[in-house]
């Protein structure tokens, strides 16, 4: 969900709180005043935090629309240093600062503080209550994000399996994954040869399977890995070369260019790009994997 989106959310909030409306009164004013913009808080009334995490959305929405410069990260990095002045417990704030800083200590030390505030609101009790909904909630979506960086950082530091554990953490408190960790937990339990577990979430997103760029080409890796050339193998990977027929030059050693990919298509060559950066390793490392790519047609 962009984040212009998510800033609709907290802002009917915050609107909803300062209302003290009932649930009843919430459902009453969404159906009845949709498409009628929220009424906006003068700025006088904004609490330090809400303040906060206004220049924090701000920032991650100036990262979200992308193509920027050097000096633009540091005009962001400050930026959100001013959020974090402003309250420095806010997760948003915290998230647009680990995004923008430019060193990456004072990164991973601010993604390990987010996520260590975001344990203590959202653990215990309220994890036990809303376990495979947070994504829903939207306040809990900077600490979802915080996970996934952290997970990001343990794999650059070569920590795989404890960067595994973040991402099957993620998928638990957030049980659709509009975050994608399924793709990062399908290539580590191929890397890890953990292949029951591969397929539980080949599984456990069965629906998606046909439309998935990830899904359809780790399968037919799996199926090679796990069965050598064989029928089935051959079938999966021309199903998935039928689904993106761009990956495959890649895999037989187009050269991949530096690109920076955020949106793609599935169908596109952009979501190919996507997919070999991440799984391209994968295929690679498969003794007699050219052979057999061979026999397909680009």
């Known amino acids: 969900m962009p984040i212009i989106t998510e800033r609709a959310f907290i802002e009917k909030d915050r609107f909803f709180t300062r209302q003290k409306m009932s649930d009843l009164e ?5 159906k009845n005043k949709f498409g009628v913009p929220i009424p906006e808080i003068p700025i006088n009334e904004l609490t330090d935090e809400e303040k ?6 701000d920032v991650l929405q ?26 420095a417990s806010s997760l948003l704030a915290i998230e647009a600062f680990s995004k923008t800083c430019l060193n990456i200590v004072k990164c991973e030390k601010a993604v390990d503080k987010g996520i260590e505030i975001g344990s203590v609101l959202f653990g215990g009790e309220f994890e036990k209550e809303n376990e ?16 996934a960086s952290k997970a990001q950082i343990l794999e650059e530091k070569k920590r795989k399996k404890e ?12 049980h659709n994954d509009n975050m994608g960790s399924r793709f990062e937990l399908q290539r580590l339990y191929l890397e890890f040869k953990q292949y029951d577990l591969f397929m539980d979430v080949i599984d456990d997103f069965e629906e998606e399977f046909e439309f998935s ?18 029928d ?9 070369i039928s689904f993106n027929p761009f990956v495959l030059p890649y ?23 996507l997919y070999v950066q991440d799984n391209l390793y994968l295929w690679r490392r498969q003794v007699g994997i050219q052979n057999w790519l061979r026999q397909f047609e680009e």
């Open 163 to 174: 960067a595994l554990e973040v991402y099957r953490l993620i998928l638990r408190l957030n």
């Open 26 to 30: 919430k459902d009453d004013w969404i």
């Open 62 to 87: 100036e990262l979200e629309n992308g193509n920027l410069e050097y000096d633009d990260f540091k005009e962001l990095e400050e930026d959100a240093l001013r959020a974090l002045q402003l309250c």
């Open 132 to 147: 495979g909904h947070f994504w829903g909630l939207v306040r809990t979506r900077p600490y979802l994000r915080l996970l």
């Open 52 to 57: 906060a995490e206004n220049i924090a959305l």
């Open 251 to 273: 895999l037989k050693g187009k050269k991949l260019g530096q690109t920076h990919i955020s949106r793609y298509s599935p169908k596109g060559e952009d979501g190919a790009q």
């Open 213 to 230: 760029i990830q899904s359809l080409y780790n399968y037919a890796l799996y199926l090679f890995i796990t069965l050598g050339e064989c």
């Open 232 to 240: 089935e193998s051959d079938d999966a990977l021309s199903e998935a």
